[in-house]
C-alpha cells in the first residue's frame, strides 16, 4: 500500500506505512553482508532491494514486519549505476519500497540520495561519511574509476553489486586493494602474478599462491541463494552465409567493401562478420520465429545489422530501438519487435512482458551474453518457459566466437588473427576469381582491376 500522509509528513508525521518485504533468499543474504562485500547475485536476482535493505536495516530499519520501522539518522546514500538505469529511474523504483526518494520533497528522511552513473564517479572522490552502492561493478584494471573508487571507500561505507564479480584474481584486485588486503597494485602483482616474459605489454602467465586469494574472495563475496521458477530453453539455429565472398577475404586479405587491402587484425574479423551477418538467411529466420513468437527482443552488434532489421518494419509495423541512436521504449501492443545493441543496452532494464530473445550475432564477451539473456529472466516475469535462439553459421569466426564464450571467455582478434601479419603484402596478392568466375590464385590484382571496373586498383 502507499503512505498516507497527515498534510505536511515532514512535520505532523507517518500513518498506515506497510513494511519492507523481501523474499527469503534476499533476507538472508542482508543478514551475511557487510560493508566492503560483493553481493553476487545472478541477472534478475533483486540485488538492487537487496542493497537498498542492508543499508536500512544498518541504521535501525527492519523488513519482513507488518509496519515499516524508520531509519535512525541514517547517512546520505550515493548509488554509482549504469547510466541505462540511471536514466530508466530504476533504482527510483527501488527506493520508493523503502519510502526513500532522491527528490527531497519525497524523501521521508533528511538525507540526500544521489543516483549518477560510474562516468561521473570522479565527481563524488571528495565525499565523506556517506554510503555509496556500486552497481554492476566496473572495477576492473587500475584506471581512473579504479583510483576515484580508492579514495570514496577509503572515507565511506560501500558495497558493490555484480552478476558476474570476476573470471580471473586481476578481476578482484581492486576490490581486495579496498579492503585493505593488499597495499597496492604492485603489492598485489609482487605477490600473486606471473607475467608472460615474451611479450611486449604487460601479458598474465599465471596466479600464484592461490590459496590465500580464495580466502579473501570468500570473505567478501556473498552469493544469493536464488532459485529460479523459469525455465530457459536456448536454441542454435544454424544459418547461410556466402562462402565464396568469405574465401576472399579469408585467403586474400582483401576489403571487398571499401576495394583494398585489408589493414589489421580487428578490420579483417569486421569484414568477415559483416558477410556473415549480413546473409538474408539471418533476416528469413526472424521472419519465421516471428511466426510463432508475437513479441521478441532482438540483440545485435553492428550499424549495418539495425539497416537489416530496421526492414522488418514491413513484417511488424511496431519496432522500436534502444542504441546509441535511439532510446525508445517497448511498444504496448500485442506484437512487437524490440532492437538492442548489445553495449547500449545488455544491462540496466528489464522486461516481463516477452519470453523471447534472439540473438541475431554474438557479442564477444560471455558477460554481455549473460547480461543480454537476463533482461526477460526477472523474480516477477509471470512466464515459466524462456525462450533463447542464437543466429549462427558454420563460418570459422562464427565458431570461434563461439569457442570462447563456451569457456566463458572473451574472444580474441588477435589470437583468431595470429598470422595476419606475416600474410603477403597486397602487390604479390592474387584475387580468388578470375574473369570467367573460375577460382584461380594466380591472377595479379593490377590486371584483375582493369578488368574488372568495380575493383578500385589499390596500387594506384
Not at 541514517?74 to 519510502?99: M, V
Not at 541463494?225 to 542454435?236: L, N
Not at 565464396?244 to 569486421?270: F, Q
Given at each position: ?49 537487496t542493497?537498498?535493505?542492508y ?45 526513500m ?8 528522511y ?43 571507500a ?21 576490490v ?46 556473498i ?91 514491413d ?18 501492443t ?7 545493441q548489445?553495449?547500449a ?9 516477452t ?40 563460418s ?11 569457456r ?53
Amino acid at each position: 500500500m502507499g503512505i498516507r500522509y497527515a498534510n505536511n509528513h515532514k512535520s505532523l508525521g507517518l500513518y498506515s506505512m506497510a513494511g519492507v518485504t523481501l523474499r527469503d533468499y534476499q533476507e538472508d543474504a542482508v543478514k551475511r553482508m557487510k560493508i566492503g562485500c560483493i553481493l553476487n547475485g545472478g541477472v534478475g536476482s533483486g540485488k538492487s532491494r537487496t542493497a537498498i535493505a542492508y543499508y536500512y536495516t544498518q541504521y535501525g530499519g527492519e523488513v519482513n514486519v507488518p509496519n515499516y520501522v524508520r531509519m535512525i539518522n541514517p547517512p546520505d546514500l550515493y548509488i554509482i549505476t549504469t547510466a541505462h538505469k540511471r536514466d530508466l529511474f530504476e533504482w527510483e523504483g527501488e527506493l520508493a519500497n523503502f519510502y526513500m526518494s532522491t527528490d527531497p520533497t519525497v524523501n521521508i528522511y533528511k538525507n540526500k540520495i544521489v543516483v549518477d552513473s560510474w562516468n561521473n564517479i570522479k565527481k563524488y572522490a571528495g565525499v565523506k561519511n556517506s554510503f555509496f552502492i556500486f552497481d554492476e561493478q566496473r572495477l576492473v584494471g587500475y584506471g581512473a574509476w579504479v583510483h576515484s573508487f580508492f579514495k570514496i571507500a577509503a572515507q565511506n561505507k560501500w558495497i558493490l553489486l555484480s552478476a558476474t564479480p570476476g573470471d580471473t584474481w586481476s578481476d578482484y584486485m581492486a576490490v581486495f586493494i579496498a579492503n585493505g588486503f593488499f597495499k597496492n597494485k604492485t603489492d598485489f602483482q609482487k605477490k600473486h602474478v606471473v607475467f608472460n616474459p615474451y611479450t611486449k605489454f604487460p601479458s598474465v602467465l599465471k596466479y600464484v599462491n592461490q590459496g590465500p586469494l580464495i580466502k579473501m574472495r570468500k570473505e567478501i563475496l556473498i552469493d544469493m541463494d536464488f532459485k529460479r521458477k523459469t525455465i530457459p530453453h536456448y536454441e542454435t539455429l544454424m544459418v547461410k552465409y556466402d562462402r565464396d565472398l568469405y574465401d576472399i577475404v579469408e585467403r586474400k586479405r582483401w576489403n571487398i567493401y571499401e576495394k583494398r587491402p585489408i589493414e589489421n587484425a580487428s578490420e579483417y574479423c569486421y569484414i568477415l562478420h559483416r558477410i556473415v551477418n549480413s546473409d538474408p538467411d539471418r533476416l528469413q529466420m526472424i521472419k519465421n520465429l516471428f511466426e510463432v513468437h508475437d513479441k521478441i527482443i532482438i540483440f545485435y552488434n553492428y550499424d549495418y545489422e539495425l539497416e537489416i532489421l530496421r526492414t522488418l518494419k514491413d513484417l511488424c509495423p511496431n519496432i522500436a530501438e534502444w542504441n546509441g541512436h535511439n532510446h525508445q521504449q517497448i511498444p504496448d501492443t500485442d506484437k512487437w519487435i524490440y532492437l538492442v545493441q548489445y553495449t547500449a543496452g545488455c544491462e540496466g532494464w528489464n522486461c516481463i512482458t516477452t519470453d523471447t530473445i534472439i540473438f541475431y550475432s554474438q557479442n564477444y564477451s560471455y558477460k554481455v551474453m549473460q547480461q543480454a539473456a537476463g533482461r526477460i529472466d526477472r523474480v516477477n516475469t509471470p512466464f515459466v518457459d524462456l525462450y533463447y535462439y542464437y543466429l549462427k553459421s558454420s563460418s570459422k569466426i562464427d565458431k570461434a566466437v563461439s569457442a570462447a564464450l563456451a569457456r566463458k571467455k572473451k574472444f580474441n582478434e588477435k589470437d583468431f588473427c595470429q598470422k595476419f601479419e606475416n600474410r603477403p603484402r597486397y602487390e604479390q596478392m592474387a584475387l580468388p576469381l578470375s574473369n570467367d568466375d573460375k577460382k584461380t590464385d594466380n591472377i595479379d590484382i593490377t590486371k584483375y582491376c582493369e578488368v574488372n571496373s568495380s575493383w578500385s586498383n589499390p596500387l594506384k
